[in-house]
């Protein structure tokens, strides 16, 4: 039998490149989105699009990160800033990855899957602390303890193929595996059609990924 | 200043009790609710009426855990049992408490609160894995490298001052801080009006603790 597997899904470039991935290893996928009160509404089209070219059932679980606040994703009141400074930036949204973790860990229980994949990752990234390593571990020590699963033998594994990876070597994986980045969006402030500002720490970061890895960039700007 | 804390609180017996050991020992506290789709909204409305009293904030986030399936307590084609069987039951909902911390995590990281409250109990409880001490250690490790708060020095705590305790030694603590239990939830079938079925696993608990506490039983059963 297929094995099977939650992956989460944002939508942007690093989601997409890791559901091809899992498919590529074998894994019956299962794209978990969140409709969380961010401000990038596009990114859920995007993984709406993307779920159906993979044929993937996908589930979007809605919860309001924004009203727990402290976070410039999911709070109208505080600016995206255009430039990465020192320190963990006002985009971070407060245990993210732990609540998105969480609620992939309930659904990978209720469908018998054993895996997890999430597209963190370390190296390009904004200083996040849930995307670090060591985060991915205490998360996956809990997954092991946390669940009726685990407890009856079939314990959990997080998966984070980029974790160690460039930008550009993201983007290059994900290109020898066929990945149509045209249709991710990593912009905080992408507009209504999925346009990408081009100017925020993400699509610097993006940006950059395509230029060093010599691929051409069909990212969709506005400006 | 006075020092914050998350607390948990659901309606049941259990959480307004943690409310009231943590407010006796000097914490402004701050109620965290879920409408996650289970079945008894009583609890929620029990939960109002307790901030209401207790005079503290209430927040109540909204997420779908029905949607992921899996549990009698979310899912109306899964009945109720009567009795407590062997095993992990069917009311067991997956990964609940993992979701609910990081929730809590993430308020209390924006509103700088180190201490999370959770009236998790491993003694008189139902078998759920996610009530074991090791699970809250395990939480505990992964909330202090989750989150920016505790990367920029503010370490956070999981308090479960029940976990050891009988249902009947909760009783009689809440009952010696003034808890009114007749405004609690227990019931996994309370009616509209929150009066209990007076048969499930958690009223039998329930019943169970106040005969042994040797406290008059003020639940408003509706049979």
Chains 1, 2 share one sequence.
């Not at 297929?2 to 939508?11: D, H, I, M």
């Not at 993201?170 to 990408?196: K, M, P, W």
Request: charged residues 20%; hydrophobic residues 40%; glycine residues 8%.
């Amino acid at each position: 039998m297929q094995k099977k597997a939650v992956v989460l899904l944002s939508g942007g470039l690093d989601s997409v490149t890791v559901l091809a991935m899992a498919q590529a290893q074998g894994y019956e996928c299962f794209a978990l989105s969140f409709n969380y009160g961010q401000r990038n509404k596009a990114e859920l089209q995007a993984g709406e699009k993307i779920a159906a070219d993979y044929d993937v059932v996908r589930k979007v679980v809605s919860l309001d990160l924004g009203s727990i606040g402290g976070s410039a994703l999911t709070d109208a009141e505080i600016a995206v800033p255009q430039t990465l400074g020192a320190g963990i930036p006002v985009t971070y949204v407060p245990a993210r990855n732990t609540v998105f973790l969480s609620l992939a860990l309930g659904w990978a229980e209720v469908l018998h899957a054993q895996d997890i994949f999430i597209g963190v990752n370390a190296v390009d990234y904004s200083g996040y602390p849930d995307c670090r390593p060591e985060f991915i571990a205490a998360f996956e020590t809990l997954a092991n303890v946390a669940t009726k699963a685990s407890v009856e033998g079939e314990p959990f594994k997080i998966h984070t193929p980029l974790i160690y990876l460039s930008k550009a070597e993201i983007i290059a994986r994900g290109t020898s595996l066929g990945v149509d980045y045209r249709q991710t969006v990593s912009c905080y402030s992408a507009n209504e059609n999925g346009e990408a500002c081009g100017t925020c720490d993400a699509c610097r970061l993006r940006k950059t990924g395509f230029l060093t890895a010599g691929i051409e960039d069909s990212t969709r700007y506005a400006i």
